[in-house]
């Protein structure tokens, strides 16, 4: 299951980040790292960003992102 698909009010765990190096790097410097919790906060009505909790701070991702991370 991708990040994107994940329910609202979830709490998921980081399995994996799919994408090149710098794409990574950019996703893992917003602190969505391997073995991370993400709690599922909220999701736009159309779907696009997703808002989740993440280390104790609130962030918003784009579902293009979001579709990226591989979660459990």
Sequence with gaps: M??????VGSTVRVEKIE?????????MDMGITKGTEL???KVAPLGDP?????????LSV?????????VR
């Design 2 to 7: 991708t990040l994107g698909e994940a329910k």
């Design 19 to 27: 994408g090149d190096g710098a794409y990574k790097r950019r996703i």
């Design 39 to 41: 709690y599922i906060r």
């Design 50 to 58: 997703v808002e989740i909790t993440v280390r104790g701070y609130e």
């Design 62 to 70: 784009r579902k293009n992102d979001a579709q990226c991370v591989i």
